[in-house]
T-cell receptor
């Protein structure tokens, strides 16, 4: 138990569906992250939020839309996804909002399959 | 081309054997982290190395940061089935404080 929870754990969706991934951290951290993990590839950083403000968007397609209503919750809204978006989506948090070098605490991930 | 290359990509050995996995780069890092990710879970931090030449031990795991801070190794002595998982290294760039991830080494320890 890392203090970071993600729901759902598994999701299957069609290319025309709209769904949302949810992440909650119980660690009192100030920074939250979304990563995409594909087999045999490095983790891809998608978005970073510091104190609820988005500070990084690594050229992520607009079909992925993040939302951070407060420093404990992070959402990833999905719409009109492509099969190549199938992957494990990981949420993480860290105490220090100023540096990605801080220890990051990960949730268990959402395994997404796009048909 | 990946900035951080991990090798081997996959390793399957018998319980009790020793092994070493590597994390290599041509870039200099201010620090380097090792994570282990078990099936169905997210990565969990094992150790952070900061100083060139630094060696850290975590029970049967020994982590070393290269003198030039461009590479790192993880050595496991007498591997146990509980060591099974995906081992990821992640380095913090000196120049822009960005965290760079390797693709991982998938390790299976057979009883």
């Amino acid at each position: 138990e890392t203090g970071v929870t993600q729901t759902p754990r598994h999701l299957v969706m069609g290319m025309t569906n709209k769904k949302s991934l949810k992440c909650e951290q119980h660690l009192g951290h100030n920074a939250m992250y979304w990563y995409k993990q594909s087999a045999k590839k490095p983790l891809e950083l998608m978005f970073v939020y510091n104190f609820k403000e988005q500070t990084e968007n690594n050229s992520v397609p607009s079909r992925f839309s993040p939302e951070c209503p407060n420093s404990s919750h992070l959402f990833l809204h999905l719409h009109t996804l492509q099969p190549e978006d199938s992957a494990l989506y990981l949420c993480a948090s860290s105490q220090d909002p100023s540096g990605l070098g801080e220890t990051q605490y990960f949730g268990p991930g959402t395994r997404l399959l796009v048909l | 081309t990946q900035l951080l290359e991990q090798s081997p990509q996959f390793l399957s050995i018998q319980e009790g054997e020793n092994l070493t996995v590597y994390c290599n780069s041509s870039s200099v890092f201010s620090s380097l982290q090792w994570y282990r990710q078990e099936p169905g879970e997210g990565p969990v931090l094992l150790v952070t190395v900061v100083t060139g030449g630094e060696v850290k031990k975590l029970k049967r795991l020994t982590f070393q940061f290269g003198d030039a801070r461009k590479d790192s190794s993880l050595h496991i002595t007498a591997a146990q089935p509980g060591d099974t998982g995906l081992y990821l290294c992640a380095g913090v760039m000196d120049s822009n404080y960005q965290l760079i991830w390797g693709a991982g080494t998938k390790l299976i320890i057979k009883p």
